[in-house]
């Protein structure tokens, strides 16, 4: 049981937008940064999204990240077959003094 | 460019220390902190724990009484000890910078990962 909360599944058709959510608590998203990882299967998970809504260099802005309270979501725009992938949040658990993911969502581009 | 890369045995038997080393290229080590992440088989990514050139560490509150981690500034390198494994620890391990500050944490540097399996 992952302490962040991911819907295990997504899916939207080439061209929309979709967004995944990561609910937490006050220890973790409520009071830390929530940072973005994409994994494409078979690979090393990538920083998407850092400091809840900053984007490293070279990842395009059609990924962006947002936070309320003790929740966090990731939005895709402009969907591509290419962006199918898992998607996991994470944070730092203030009580847990520790890293901690949400369960991962799978996105499909139908 | 910062680049990571994960070494060790890839079985490890029952009740045996699953031991990793983590080589890192582009950057001194005596900066940031440096984590290891697991991911069982089809299953989510596991933060396991960090250290800090400093000798700090954080761990993960349900692997604590088995992990250690170390680090070697002269060889750039940083290192994980489980001990005491069981099939439940067989994981694709993961070394990574992690560029937070103290109380923060995120990613943005991945070792290619290495499967470790767990069995006699």
């Known amino acids: 049981q992952s302490v962040l909360t991911q819907p295990p599944s997504v899916s939207a058709a080439p061209g929309q937008t979709v967004t995944i959510s990561c609910s937490g608590s006050n220890s973790n998203i409520g009071n830390n940064f929530v940072s973005w990882y994409q994994q494409v299967p078979g690979t090393a998970p990538q920083l998407l999204i850092y400091?809840?809504?900053k984007r490293p260099s070279g990842i395009p802005d059609r990924f962006s990240g947002s936070k309320s309270g003790t929740s966090a979501a990731l939005g895709i725009t402009g969907l591509q077959t290419g962006d199918e992938a898992d998607y996991y949040c994470g944070t730092w658990d203030s009580r847990l003094s520790a890293g901690v993911f949400g369960g991962g969502t799978k996105l499909t581009v139908l | 460019q910062v680049q990571l890369q994960e070494s060790g045995p890839g079985l490890v038997k029952p009740s045996e220390t699953l031991s990793l080393t983590c080589t890192v290229s582009g950057v001194s080590i005596s900066s940031y902190y440096w984590s290891w992440i697991r991911q069982p088989a089809g299953k989510g990514l596991e933060w396991i724990g960090r250290?800090?050139?400093?000798?700090?560490?954080n761990y993960n509150t349900s692997l604590k009484s088995r992990v250690t981690l170390s680090l070697d500034t002269s060889k750039n390198q940083f290192s994980l000890n489980l001990r005491s494994v069981t099939a439940a620890d067989t994981a694709v391990y993961y070394c990574a910078r992690d560029v937070g500050l103290e109380g923060t944490t995120f990613f943005d540097s991945w070792g290619q990962g290495t499967l470790v399996t767990v069995s006699s």
């Open positions: 250290i800090y050139v400093n000798g700090n560490t």
């Open positions: 400091d809840n809504n």
